[in-house]
Structures are given as C-alpha cells and as structure tokens.
C-alpha cells in the first residue's frame, strides 16, 4: 500500500461522517441517533467487509462523538457561544 492510500476504514469513516451530515441525524434524539447508528453500522459492515469486529467498532465511536460534539454544531454554536467562564468568588 502507497504512503498515502486510503484504508478501508478511511473510505468507511468517510462515508459515515457524510450520511451523518446528509440525513439530519444531528439534530434528532440520542435515542433515535443511537437506533440510527446501530442501522447504518450494520449498513457499513456489509459495504466494507474487510473491516475487523474492532475497527467497525471504532467507526461507530467516532460517529456517536461526532453526532455530539463539544461545541454543537450549527450557525449559532460556536466557541465563543459555548465557553463559560469560571466565577471565583473573592474572600
């Protein structure tokens, strides 16, 4: 394999990230993202059988944290938005 040849996991979280960004899931429930993720993994093993037990496990990781970022995603939520700062009282 060449320096900078894609893996199938590669082309496979890829794929992922892009159904996560086309189909809305974003914005649904943690239950319906997680009913969502148990079908598109099962989608994605048939599509890339070359992928291990681990690696596909892996995947679905990387989806479910990419479906709940830190700073959530849209227009209005950036770091600015998001970061709180500490209060300190003073004695």
Known sequence: MGKHERTALDR?????????????VLDASE???Q????????FLEERYPDL???EL???EQ???RYCKPV???????????????ETTSAA
């Open 12 to 24: 496979a979280r890829d794929e992922l990230f892009s159904h996560i960004n086309r189909c809305g």
């Open 31 to 33: 239950d319906q993202q």
């Open 35 to 42: 009913e969502w993720m148990d079908d598109t993994m099962k």
């Open 52 to 54: 291990d037990p681990t």
């Open 57 to 59: 496990k892996q995947l």
């Open 62 to 64: 990387l989806g479910m």
């Open 71 to 85: 700073i959530r995603h849209g227009k209005e939520h950036n770091a600015d938005s998001e970061w709180q700062p």
